[in-house]
T-cell receptor, first 114, second 110 residues
Framework: DTGVSQDPRHKITKRGQNVTFRCDPI?????LYWYRQTLGQGPEFLTY????????KSRLLSDRFSAERPKGSFSTLEIQRTEQGDSAMYLC????????????FGDGTRLSIL | LAKTTQPISMDSYEGQEVNITCSHN???????ITWYQQFPSQGPRFIIQ???TKVTNEVASLFIPADRKSSTLSLPRVSLSDTAVYYC???????????FGTGTRLLVSP
């Protein structure tokens, strides 16, 4: 079963460093989503792609956050100049191309900022 | 932002049926209702999705009344491994409905 894969599963870094996370969606899915989840809260939507096009990015938390999906397959989420408040679980999900299709999530990357 | 409402927590015992209800006061005509289960340190797992009436799969049933202002996830004969957080979500056109809320923490005891 090739579900959504995220790498790395855990990332520990010092404040001010840049970090990049990778997401490999389910192969036939052309939509890809990024979320952030903090302790005790539900996932918070950040951005999403339809194939290689980033259709929404206004919810990215600041200009330090950026995402790419250059060939419409895997995606990367980058956080520049990390801050302590960036510590969270970063989740990726993918779905088929229709609006009502359910998303399938990876197990996330847990980011800890020292 | 559209946001669903569900109980913060529920307790149950092994073997019982558990019903978790979500309110959908701002649901749109095109929206489907989707439920997820999440264990600690894992991503949410899709359970079931429906538009109206009743949907059943191998793990749960979903009841949606005619006015679609609420939905009820029914878990038959829960076990300890069903202890998790359950989220309801409206899925439709665009990203505005992608608001998970805090979910319902279900604790199943022996």
């Amino acid at each position: 079963d090739t579900g959504v894969s995220q790498d790395p599963r855990h990332k520990i870094t010092k404040r001010g460093q840049n970090v990049t996370f990778r997401c490999d969606p389910i192969s036939e899915h052309n939509r890809l989503y990024w979320y952030r989840q903090t302790l005790g809260q539900g996932p918070e939507f950040l951005t999403y792609f339809q194939n290689e096009a980033q259709l929404e990015k206004s919810r990215l938390l600041s200009d330090r956050f950026s995402a790419e999906r250059p060939k419409g397959s895997f995606s990367t989420l980058e956080i520049q100049r990390t801050e302590q408040g960036d510590s969270a679980m970063y989740l990726c999900a993918s779905s088929g191309g229709q609006d009502n299709q359910p998303q399938h999530f990876g197990d996330g990357t847990r980011l800890s900022i020292l | 932002l559209a946001k669903t409402t569900q109980p913060i927590s529920m307790d149950s015992y092994e073997g019982q049926e558990v019903n978790i209800t979500c309110s959908h006061n701002n649901i749109a005509t095109n929206d489907y209702i989707t439920w997820y289960q999440q264990f600690p340190s894992q991503g949410p797992r899709f359970i079931i999705q429906g538009y109206k009436t009743k949907v059943t799969n191998e793990v749960a049933s979903l009841f949606i009344p005619a006015d679609r202002k609420s939905s009820t996830l029914s878990l038959p004969r829960v076990s300890l491994s069903d202890t998790a957080v359950y989220y309801c979500l409206e899925v439709g056109t665009g990203f505005q409905k992608l608001v998970f809320g805090t979910g319902t923490r279900l604790l199943v005891s022996p």
